[in-house]
C-alpha cells in the first residue's frame, strides 16, 4: 500500500470521525433542547390554569364594599399578560401576580362573610396548589435550561451550536419574595376571635441608690 493511500484512509478515517461527532453533538442538542420544551410547556399549562381560575375570584370579591379596586385592576391587567409573551416577560408576570393575589388574601382578611364563602375558599386551594405546581415544574424547567446551555455554551459544543443556530434558553426565575407558594388557611373560620393579649403594666421606675454627698 502507496503513502497515499495511507494518507487517504486517514483523511477518510478523520472525516468520519468528524461527522460522528457532528451527528453525536447535534442529536444531543436537539434532546436536550426538547427537554427544555417539554418541561416549559408544563408551566404553560400551570399558567394558564391559573389564569383561568382569575376571573372566577374576580367576580367573587368585587362585590363585596369598599374592596381594593386597584388590586383586582391589576390582577386583570397580570392576567393578560401571563397567557403571552417571552419566558421572561411570563416569569415577571407570574411573580407580579403572586404578590397581587397574596395583597388579595391578605385584605379578605377584613371580611368575614367572604372568607366564608365556599366559592372563595375553593378557588383560594385551587390557587394555592396551582402555586405548588408551578414551584415544582419550574425546578425541574430551569435544571434542563441549565444542562442544554451549558451543553451549547462550552467547547466544542459552542462551535457547533452556533453553526446549527442553537441559541440559550431563559431561565424561569422568581425573586426571594415571590418563591413562597401562596397560602390559604382558613382553618379557624369557626373559632371565637381570640381575645387580643393584653400589654404588660409598666414597670415602675427603678430607684437608684443614694451615693454619699
Do not use: C
Not at 478515517?13 to 460522528?20: G, K, T
Not at 442553537?166 to 373560620?189: G, I, T
Amino acid at each position: 500500500m502507496s503513502a497515499l493511500d495511507l494518507i487517504l484512509e486517514a483523511i477518510v478515517a478523520i472525516v468520519v470521525v468528524l461527522l460522528l461527532v457532528i451527528v453525536f453533538m447535534y442529536n444531543g442538542f436537539i434532546s436536550k433542547r426538547n427537554r427544555v420544551q417539554d418541561a416549559w410547556a408544563q408551566i404553560d399549562v400551570q399558567l394558564k390554569r391559573r389564569a383561568d381560575l382569575i376571573p372566577n375570584l374576580i367576580s367573587t370579591v368585587k362585590g363585596y364594599a369598599g374592596y381594593e379596586r386597584s388590586v383586582l385592576t391589576k390582577v386583570t391587567e397580570l392576567r393578560s399578560s401571563i397567557v403571552s409573551g417571552s419566558v421572561q416577560q411570563k416569569a415577571d408576570a407570574n411573580n407580579q401576580l403572586s404578590q397581587a393575589l397574596k395583597s388579595i388574601f391578605a385584605v379578605a382578611e377584613n371580611y368575614p362573610d367572604l372568607k366564608a364563602s365556599q366559592n372563595f375558599q375553593m378557588l383560594q386551594q385551587e390557587l394555592e396548589g396551582t402555586e405548588d405546581k408551578i414551584a415544582f415544574v419550574r425546578t425541574s424547567y430551569n435544571d434542563y435550561v441549565l444542562d442544554y446551555n451549558n451543553a451549547i455554551q462550552t467547547f466544542p459544543g459552542n462551535v457547533f451550536a452556533n453553526t446549527f443556530h442553537f441559541a440559550r434558553q431563559d431561565f424561569f426565575q422568581a425573586p426571594d419574595e415571590a418563591r413562597e407558594p401562596v397560602k390559604a388557611d382558613f382553618s379557624d373560620l369557626n373559632a371565637p376571635d381570640a381575645p387580643a393579649p393584653s400589654a404588660p403594666a409598666p414597670k415602675a421606675p427603678r430607684q437608684q441608690p443614694k451615693g454619699p454627698r
